[in-house]
């Protein structure tokens, strides 16, 4: 992740003011989509509502120009939104069809490794009976001549045998070549489909992995484990400001400030989606993770953001968030669910502080 675009200078400055007219933004967002249900004629289903809450919050600029350009031309009808869900809201399944792709051919290229063994096995046992009748022979009186034809059968089945080992070799070698390929786009591959593409941090499909590891090993150590949900402030006023490509910047930006931060205490972020992240903390309990969050939120809103090519200033970027830490009743939605309660106390009360669960 690179943070070409962007120039953070001044830290430690006081954070910026917050804007009083978007502490209702919450609220607006509903109203945009019960205004695009009304004026689309869809019906407020699972899919269409999800397909509206990623719209108005921006979360995908090129979703959000495809619904543009559907609602324009009175095209957006159920089909289109399944259409735009398989293109835009599939990610991490795109991901899992190309593991499950790469193991299959991990498979098949075992059957076929294990072919190419039961040939040298078969090659093998031919030139053991080849030996074995030449011994027998060899037991009986032989003239010159009949010498002679034994020699130059046993010489012609010693000729195949090398050329079988020869060629195995070979085929080994070259197995262990694909398999070596394989297991690094299978790596690849693996990674890419629990990463977050834009940012670089875990997707939530990663992000769910790793806290059910942490979980787990928390309890059997005994041990603490917090997270945090952590939203950036007022960030599609941002996007309608300055526009999506340095809005993507932003993104990145955030997410590397806080994976540097955690990463030395042993914590993880993934994006959540949206401006939205999480951080994974081990080792950790209510207070300490608040406390590392709270640096964390500090250093992020003391810091003047500036565009790289022009230098012009983009002020400041805060994030909200909400602390808690696992419980032995909890799964991984409980958990992150008591988290993002406490992240939107953070919001009521004025965004661009941290706030942990109480409960």
Aim: with cysteine; net charge negative; hydrophobic share 45%.
């Amino acid at each position: 992740m690179h943070e070409g675009r962007l120039v953070a200078i001044g830290e430690h400055l006081a954070p910026a003011a917050a804007e009083t007219h978007a502490a209702a933004a919450g609220l607006a967002f509903f109203d945009q989509i019960r205004a695009l249900v009304v004026r689309t004629r869809l019906p407020p289903n699972t899919d269409v509502y999800d397909l509206f809450w990623r719209y108005v919050r921006d979360e995908d600029h090129d979703l959000s120009l495809a619904i543009d350009t559907a609602i324009a031309h009175d095209q957006l009808d159920l089909a289109a939104v399944a259409a735009l869900r398989r293109c835009h809201c599939q990610d991490d399944d795109v991901g899992a069809v190309e593991v499950a792709a790469l193991v299959a051919a991990a498979h098949d290229q075992a059957e076929a490794l294990t072919q190419r063994i039961e040939a040298g096995r078969t090659d093998l046992a031919d030139y053991g009976r080849a030996i074995a009748d030449g011994g027998a022979r060899l037991a009986a009186p032989l003239d010159a001549s009949g010498l002679a034809v034994l020699l130059e059968q046993l010489g012609s089945a010693t000729r195949t045998m090398q050329a079988a080992n020869t060629r195995l070799h070979d085929e080994l070698a070259a197995a262990a070549t694909e398999a070596r390929e394989l297991g690094e786009r299978l790596g690849a591959a693996e990674r890419a489909a629990i990463t977050d593409q834009l940012t670089g941090a875990l997707n939530r499909r990663g992000t769910i992995q790793t806290l059910e590891r942490a979980q787990s090993a928390a309890r059997i150590a005994d041990g603490t484990l917090a997270v945090a949900m952590l939203d950036i402030d007022y960030f599609k006023n941002f996007n309608d400001r300055f526009g999506h490509s340095l809005g993507d910047e932003v993104l990145r930006f955030v997410a590397r400030h806080v994976a540097d931060r955690i990463a030395p205490r042993g914590g993880t972020v993934g994006r959540m989606g949206g401006e939205e992240f999480i951080a994974i903390l081990p080792d950790h309990d209510i207070v300490a993770a608040t406390s590392v969050i709270d640096h964390v939120r500090a250093e992020l809103a003391g810091q003047i953001i500036r565009n790289a090519a022009d230098g012009s200033s983009m002020g400041r970027v805060s994030f909200s968030a909400g602390v808690a830490t696992d419980r032995v009743d909890d799964s991984c939605d409980t958990l992150i669910d008591r988290a993002d309660k406490a992240l939107y106390c953070a919001k009521r009360m004025g965004r661009d502080r941290v706030v942990p669960d109480r409960r």
